[in-house]
Nanobody
């Protein structure tokens, strides 16, 4: 089992950047596919990005390609989400998630963090 704690959210102006972090407990972090999701008020949770065990393979929601970058540091048990050129529509609670197994997917994640709020002002 793994516990996930997100940080790095906050208030930023449109066009700005934020880097979210997700610290994982446990000794097997490198065996989890990691993902980021977000949920805006009144909307369903949506997939943002995912990264493979090694960090070599990444996958993004089409609408976010080029602005968001997912990465991981297995030595630090941490996954990151770099968000650039932020827009008001990026405002949401951002969740980190871990998935058992090697396949990078946009769903079927097993463990979730509590979320961190990102607010982008216009």
């Amino acid at each position: 089992q793994v516990q996930l704690v997100e940080s790095g959210g906050g208030l930023v102006q449109a066009g700005g950047s934020l880097r979210l972090s997700c610290a994982a407990s446990g000794r097997t972090f490198s065996s989890y596919v990691m993902g980021w999701f977000r949920q805006a008020p009144g909307k369903e949770r949506e997939f943002v990005a995912a990264i493979s065990w090694s960090g070599v393979n990444t996958y993004y929601a089409d609408s976010l390609k080029g602005r968001f970058t997912i990465s991981r540091d297995n030595a630090k048990n941490t996954v990151y989400l770099q968000m650039n050129s932020l827009k008001p529509e990026d405002t949401a609670v951002y969740y980190c998630a871990a998935k058992v197994g090697p396949v990078v997917t946009t769903n079927s994640y097993d463990y979730w963090g509590q979320g961190t709020q990102v607010t982008v002002s216009s």
